[in-house]
């Protein structure tokens, strides 16, 4: 890929890393938000952080009355857990 940051270097995508990865085959990282809120309250005159998307494609499936959603609810507690991180 183009945007590979170093000479010689590889990517490897999620699912052959055997880490959680979303139906778009986009890893699943939630440490990743904290680290980014972590980065940029260290900047010097930061404004308000607001954070006002997250979510994940994950496999549906039909069902006319419940549709567990183990998934997107694991991603979204986890992601908020990592706010959680960083505000403590």
Known sequence: SWWTPY????????KD?????????????????YEMIRQFSSY???PELLIT???AAFHDTDHPELIEDKNRLEYLQNHI???????E
């Open 44 to 46: 010097e005159n930061m």
């Open 53 to 55: 998307e997250n979510g």
């Open 81 to 87: 857990q990592q706010v959680q991180r960083a505000i």
């Open 7 to 14: 000479l010689k270097a590889k990517l490897v995508s999620a």
């Open 17 to 33: 890393r055997q880490v959680p990865y979303t139906q778009m085959n986009w890893e699943v990282y939630p440490d990743a938000l």
